[in-house]
């Protein structure tokens, strides 16, 4: 019996686990190697006010515009408040932030109004990140499992009380193929969603188990239509959507169309760094207007040492692939980025199951809203990580804390799920076109629609999965299903949600649609 028994090794799973295993037993189990995560390809980096001219309250209030009415406003105060400790506690792990003249180098992104984000390596913020906390894990006697897939989560007397794995690398017909820990606490930090969807930044390890496992153990999953396009993934037929990160608008780089012509200043004040949703979405309409499959992100007019100097990461990749970003305009698109919502959580990362908790992409505090300021991610899995083990070490911190205000509930989701249509058992490239056409960038009724049946009738189609590829295609279907869902219940359009027959937002709908697991626990079984 652990004490701890942390799902995933990105900076929210390892965070918390170094934190933990000052307190207690902790087994950290993670699918692939331990360093492979979103977090190792994170770019620009971490955002904190610990600048003279910045101030918690200003990051608050810029995080707020970001969410587009729905942020959580006691999440983001924690978030922005709790800030500059955990980037002490980074520094303190020996994170080697980037410096200028001995101070710490702080980089402008989309929507901050001042220079508040700490980067590692130029461009290799998460690389750094991952590295240090995996180097720090090695030495706290915590024991680690990888190549470990969770597969369920236990739930005795309405508590969770463990999970079961498997690893591929065992033969099929071998016992210890299938493994059962148990855990006082069990903390969910798989990570986020992008492989749902055609065109990602995501690693392939990004397929929303943690939600999914969530779900079926009764769970309550919140704002998960929520989902943020990144506007600038690099646009090369064939070759995979590779992040061109927001800090290099923030260094000055402009988005032009195929005429050569800048249109993000008719759009929005903030041009090119306005919020992603407004950027991803004017990139999609003059992509649609000239009939093109991209833009361009011109740096051109910009210093060559700086781009090099800055981003050497993504001058090597663009380098690789024939383009050298000092003189050629490069060709992007949105692609599916981050996941919103998620497993819902109070402030302390606990979830409606008691003994069950979640932290980084794969939960929902309600920090982000209805779109994520950038470079808030990274943080938050450090902030909430740090407060799920504050909650369980402290007796002073164990008051209870309500969940959001104003939620919508549906709790009976399984009512959705089409028996009666028979289908071919989907394909993963299936699910992604499906959902990167009707549940992406632009939603609408009919899209929706046929997305959820088709959904519904591919989870009922499926065999009962065996090994990791097969779990991952039904937690992906689940996911996609719920994300349908949901997208077709708010009829407006806010941050990550788009509808193109509601293009407003609507005051009514300032509230959060919260999808209960009850009903899924028992009909997940019945369904397959
Ligand atoms: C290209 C890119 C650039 C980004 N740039 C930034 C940035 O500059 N700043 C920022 O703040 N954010 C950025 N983000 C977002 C940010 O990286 C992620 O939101 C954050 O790293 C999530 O951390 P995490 O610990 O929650 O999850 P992850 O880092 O994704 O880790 C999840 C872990 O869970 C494991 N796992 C998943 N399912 C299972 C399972 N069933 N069983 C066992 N293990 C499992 C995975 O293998 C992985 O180790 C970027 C994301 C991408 C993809």
């Not at 109004?113 to 690389?127: C, E, I, Q, S, Y």
């Not at 169309?257 to 999609?284: T, Y």
């Not at 093109?292 to 090597?316: G, N, Q, W």
């Amino acid at each position: 019996m652990y004490d701890y028994i942390i799902i995933g090794s990105g900076i929210a799973g390892l965070f918390t686990a170094l934190l933990a295993s000052k307190h207690g037993s902790v087994l950290l189990l993670t699918k692939a190697a331990l360093e492979e995560s979103n977090t190792r390809y994170a770019q620009g980096g971490i955002a904190a006010a610990i600048s003279p001219s910045d101030s918690p309250r200003i990051h608050f209030e810029d995080t707020i515009s970001a969410g587009a009415g729905l942020c959580d406003e006691r999440a983001v105060e924690v978030l922005t408040n709790e800030a500059p400790g955990r980037i002490r506690d980074l520094l303190s792990l020996n994170v080697p932030f980037d410096r200028k003249d001995g101070e710490l180098a702080l980089g402008l992104e989309g929507a901050h109004r001042v220079r508040r984000v700490l980067h590692a390596g130029g461009d290799a913020t998460g690389f750094h990140i991952e590295k240090t906390l995996c180097r720090a894990l090695a030495h706290a006697g915590v024991e680690v499992v990888e190549s470990c897939f969770v597969t369920e989560i236990l739930i005795e007397n309405g508590r969770a009380v463990g999970v079961t794995t498997i690893h591929d690398q065992i033969a099929e017909s071998s016992e210890s193929r299938t493994t059962t820990y148990h855990g006082h606490r069990i903390v969910l930090a798989s990570g986020g969603a992008g492989q749902l969807f055609s065109h990602t930044t995501n690693p392939s390890v990004a397929t929303g188990d943690g939600l999914a496992l969530a779900y079926r153990a009764g769970a309550e999953v919140a704002d998960i239509e929520f989902y943020q396009f990144h506007p600038t993934a690099l646009a090369i037929p064939g070759q995979p959507a590779f992040l061109l990160s927001e800090a290099l608008r923030g260094e000055g780089a402009y988005l032009r169309n195929s005429e050569g012509v800048r249109f993000m200043q008719q759009v929005h004040p903030q041009a090119e760094l306005a919020p992603r949703d407004i950027v991803s979405r004017a990139i999609s309409a003059e992509m649609a207007k000239n009939r093109a499959t991209h833009v361009f992100l011109d740096l051109t007019h910009l210093p060559s040492e700086m781009i090099k100097s800055r981003f050497p990461t993504i001058y090597a990749y663009c380098r690789n692939v024939g383009l050298d970003m000092t003189v050629d305009p490069l060709p992007v698109a949105p692609a599916a980025h981050y996941l919103m919502g998620g497993v819902r959580t109070n402030l302390w990362g606990e979830t409606n199951i008691p003994g069950l908790y979640a932290c980084g992409e794969v939960a929902c505090t309600g920090a982000h809203g209805a779109n994520r300021l950038a470079s808030n991610s990274l943080l938050e899995g450090l902030v909430f990580g740090a407060r799920i083990v504050e909650r369980t070490t402290n007796a002073s911190s164990s008051k209870p804390s309500r969940g959001f205000s104003n939620p919508l509930k549906i709790h009976d989701t399984e009512e959705f799920v089409t028996r009666e249509l028979h289908t071919q058992e989907p394909s993963l490239e299936d699910l992604r076109d499906l959902m990167w056409n009707r549940v992406g960038l632009v939603r609408d009724e009919p899209g929706l629609s046929e997305a959820r049946n088709t959904l519904s009738a591919w989870q009922y189609s499926l065999p009962k999965p065996r090994t990791t590829a097969e779990f991952e295609l039904s937690n992906m279907i689940l996911i996609g299903r719920l994300m349908a869902i949901a997208a077709r219940q708010r009829r407006e359009s806010r941050g990550g949600h788009w509808r193109s027959d509601f293009p407003m937002s609507d005051p009514s709908w300032e509230c959060h649609i919260v999808l209960s697991g009850a009903a899924a626990a028992r009909s997940a079984t019945e369904v397959r």
